[in-house]
């Protein structure tokens, strides 16, 4: 119902690769090279884009095929570590990230929950300037499970001081809408793609702080 204080927003949590970044022409070339290196087949467009939402560790573990988690884990690290060349400069912010990420800082918390590794989270000059803007951000170490589970997300509202249902979480695929509503969340998609079972879904980034207002 629309006032009662237990709908209130207070905060909203994005989502990075998909939402306030466009990543897959950066992580294509990254995982191709990455996997060249250690000596894998590198994955065509087509394959990588049914990978593009899954953790380094999960997307690498479907890449090489292999059953060794000593492996995965020594490839991990390898790309971890960035000794594998990441193009931050294929990186894209939709042109009104910055005026809406101000916009919505004036009413709410602001958090980020991403499957990257904590050490890219603001490896973007782009986003690396709009850092201060949110208060927290819970990368892939930050929790033993990661998206679609809910766990990521009931961090971030921990660390923000809300509570779960207080919060609005900005995606871009299925696991984000599925760890949302785990989490007791409500869930906008950033996508031109319809997804069942998300409040709301715009492919218009400026539209974004309306759409969190139409959700108190």
């Given at each position: 119902?629309?006032?009662?204080?237990?709908?209130?927003?207070?905060?909203?949590?994005?989502?990075?690769?998909?939402?306030?970044?466009?990543?897959?022409e950066a992580n294509l070339k990254f995982f191709q090279n990455?996997?060249?290196?250690?000596?894998?087949r590198p994955p065509t467009r087509k394959e990588f884009s049914a990978l593009f939402h899954l953790s380094m560790m999960d997307t690498i573990r479907e890449l090489t095929e292999s059953i060794s988690e000593e492996e995965i884990k020594k490839i991990w690290e390898?790309?971890?570590?960035?000794?594998?060349?990441?193009?931050?400069?294929?990186?894209?912010?939709?042109?009104?990230?910055?005026?809406?990420?101000?916009?919505?800082?004036?009413?709410?918390?602001?958090g980020i929950v991403t499957?990257?590794?904590k050490e890219s989270v603001y490896e973007s000059p782009k986003l690396a300037?709009?850092?201060?803007?949110?208060?927290?951000?819970?990368?892939?170490?930050?929790?033993?499970?990661?998206?679609?589970?809910?766990?990521?997300?009931?961090l971030a509202a921990q660390k923000l001081k809300v509570q779960p249902e207080e919060c609005v979480?900005?995606?871009?695929?299925?696991?984000?809408?599925?760890?949302?509503?785990?989490?007791?969340?409500?869930?906008?998609i950033?996508?031109?793609?319809?997804?069942?079972?998300?409040?709301a879904r715009t492919s218009s980034f400026s539209k974004l702080p309306r759409l969190v207002a139409s959700l108190q």
């Open positions: 119902m629309r006032g009662n204080k237990a709908n209130v927003v207070k905060a909203v949590i994005f989502d990075i690769d998909g939402v306030l970044l466009d990543s897959f990455l996997m060249k290196k250690t000596g894998y390898l790309g971890r570590s960035r000794k594998v060349e990441y193009d931050v400069e294929r990186l894209t912010m939709p042109d009104t990230a910055e005026e809406v990420v101000k916009e919505l800082d004036k009413q709410y918390l602001l499957s990257r590794v300037k709009l850092k201060r803007y949110f208060k927290v951000a819970v990368s892939y170490q930050d929790t033993a499970n990661h998206k679609p589970h809910p766990e990521p997300l009931l979480y900005i995606g871009d695929v299925e696991n984000d809408v599925t760890a949302a509503r785990a989490a007791g969340m409500r869930v906008i950033y996508s031109k793609n319809q997804l069942n079972h998300a409040d």
